[in-house]
């Protein structure tokens, strides 16, 4: 019997590391005899005050104390769980730990980014210099104990090699099941989409969108995702945008779109909105950052860097561009479909 235990920080709101998370959990079940999973949540009380001590003294992220790491060893001998899959570098201290508990288990790290580079390009001050040097830490143990390591693209698998003179086995890129009942749109309201939720780098990328290229193009701008209803909307562009805040469905929205647009400047790992637009077979006009990870393959990415590059882009687009892009649907059956990843982590027994 092959027993797999599967340890993940991710959990609730579907934001794109759950949305990652769980097709990792789904990709394992199809493989494994037995999935256990222990998912890290968040502490309370007496107990949260015990897990920040024990992240100031061992260096511990991802919400870890000393009571998961019990119930973790627990589940290891008592299911006969011959292999691990840790689901996130911050928890790379487990690597460490169950390579002492079990010295012939198989343990799989997965890297959702290279967290010690994010951590360094989102935080300021004191918590970047202890939140960068804990993640560094933790993915430096990953890296000295597991088995397996595995990035979600060439970019994470560079630095990562860089940082730690290790280089991941495989690569993965991010996959979602195909949920589409429906591809073609059914109404004739012109728009472009941007899908995001209210988070640090949507925020920043889409008040540069409406301020520096908005106004210069002759469209309207649909802004659809979690909490948006708090994004400040410049005045001078107030009547080209409608925002759908906590849509519970976001098909009608994709289906209708002339383009997608996809203005973020900061990040790591790969976007899951960018997975989401090919299944709908959408052209896709973004940055550098939005298409990391994926095949830029032509007439589906149009990569813009700069106002003029979109204003130019979109213009052009906008008109004799076909809201639903055959193209686009087929790379993502392809490439970045549910079943077309399986076929990757079935290489890692």
């Known amino acids: 019997m092959n027993n797999i235990i599967f340890i993940t920080r991710y959990y609730g709101e579907m934001l794109g590391g759950t949305v990652c998370s769980q097709r990792n959990r789904k990709s394992l079940e199809q493989i494994f005899d037995n999935l256990f999973e222990y998912k890290i949540i968040d502490k309370k009380r007496g107990r949260l005050l015990l897990s920040r001590a024990e ?43 169950l390579r002492q508990v079990s010295p012939k288990i198989k343990i799989i790290c997965f890297f959702h980014n290279c967290e010690y580079m994010y951590i360094n390009s989102i935080y300021k001050g004191i918590k970047r210099s202890l939140y960068s040097k804990w993640a560094f830490k933790c993915e430096r143990q990953a890296c000295k104990y597991a088995d397996t390591l595995i990035a979600l693209n060439e970019r994470d698998s560079q630095l990562i090699t860089n940082l730690y003179q290790r280089k991941p086995e495989l690569c993965i890129p991010i996959s ?18 941007f899908v995001g939720s209210y988070f640090q780098p949507n925020i920043v990328g889409i008040q540069w969108f409406m301020k520096e290229v908005l106004p210069a193009i002759s469209v309207k701008l649909k802004i659809v995702g979690r909490n948006m209803n708090l994004l400040q909307v410049p005045a001078g562009v107030k009547e080209k945008v409608e925002i759908i805040s906590n849509a519970e469905d976001l098909s009608p929205y994709y289906q209708n779109a ?54 130019k882009t979109i213009s052009s687009l906008y008109e004799k561009t076909s809201s639903f892009n055959k193209s686009s649907r087929e790379l993502f059956l392809s490439e970045y479909s549910f079943e077309a990843t399986l076929a990757l982590f079935r290489k890692i027994k």
């Open 55 to 97: 992240q100031l003294c061992f260096g511990y992220m991802g919400g870890i104390d000393c009571i998961d790491i019990q119930r973790v060893k627990h589940i290891i001998l008592n299911k006969n769980c011959n292999y691990a899959f840790i689901d996130s570098s911050l928890l790379g201290s487990f690597a460490k730990i």
């Open 176 to 193: 979602i099941e195909d949920k589409t009942t429906r591809l073609y749109g059914q109404n004739g309201d012109k728009y472009i989409l």
């Open 258 to 311: 002339q383009l997608v647009v996809m203005p973020i400047f900061t990040g790591g790992g790969m976007k899951v909105k960018t997975a989401e637009a090919l299944m709908y077979g959408k052209t896709i006009i973004g940055t550098k950052e939005a298409f990391e990870g994926y095949k830029l393959n032509a007439p589906i990415f149009y990569l813009c860097q700069t106002n003029e590059e979109f204003i």
